[in-house]
């Protein structure tokens, strides 16, 4: 065989590994971008994951704070409320109940204040005498002043807004629930004498 055909066999066997090399390297430069590919959008996968729960974590842990928060305002308000108010004056199932003490010759509280809406009176008599309750706007003062002593009954009823009727020392008794309007309104005890001696007073509905 002549050295030229030995050198051209030569030449295409060397071109055949060469390119067989070249070819190796290129697919396993395809196989490592494809693993580096597919490992950053795993990656990506995990941290996008990753940032959602981290979401949902924070939601559930606001959500508790948040919460927290409007009870303890609801629970400031209500403490609030509950301090405000009179120390004659409970809320019992939303009504204002209003005690009043009797004695000679005084009610006290003498003046009340209360919010307009539902509202009864307890009259409890400390004192030595009998006495009573009653309660009307305060234009209506003198119309009713001379009912009591005339004893009018039926003018007395259409007048007053609500009576507690006489009570021996020692008893007391309650009003009905009644739905009371802003006003101004006189409180007295209209017994002959008790009036003009101290028994009186103002309730004014807010």
């Not at 290129?26 to 940032?51: D, W, Y």
């Not at 400031?76 to 010759?105: C, H, R």
Request: with cysteine.
């Amino acid at each position: 065989m002549k050295r030229t055909s030995k050198i051209a066999i030569i030449s295409g066997i060397v071109a055949v590994i060469l390119i067989s090399a070249a070819l190796t390297v290129h697919f396993r430069l395809s196989e490592t971008e494809k693993s580096e590919i597919a490992s950053g959008a795993e990656q990506n996968e995990k941290e996008s994951a990753s940032q959602v729960a981290n979401e949902i974590v924070n939601s559930l842990q606001n959500k508790p704070e948040s919460e927290e928060n409007d009870n303890a305002e609801q629970g400031e308000n209500a403490e609030q409320s509950e301090t405000t108010l009179p120390s004659y004056v409970k809320i019992v199932d939303g009504v204002q109940v209003v005690t009043i003490d009797a004695k000679e010759f005084k009610f006290t509280p003498s003046e009340i204040h209360l919010s307009a809406g539902n509202a009864k009176f307890i009259l409890i008599n400390n004192g030595v005498g009998a006495h009573e309750l009653v309660v009307y706007d305060a234009s209506k003062k003198e119309i009713v002043d001379k009912a009591e002593l005339a004893e009018d009954e039926e003018t007395l009823m259409k007048n007053v807004l609500f009576e507690i009727d006489e009570l021996e020392a020692g008893q007391s008794k309650e009003s009905d629930i009644m739905n009371l309007e802003k006003g101004s309104y006189i409180i007295g005890c209209h017994i002959p004498g008790h009036y003009e001696a101290g028994m009186k007073g103002i309730l004014t509905i807010e």
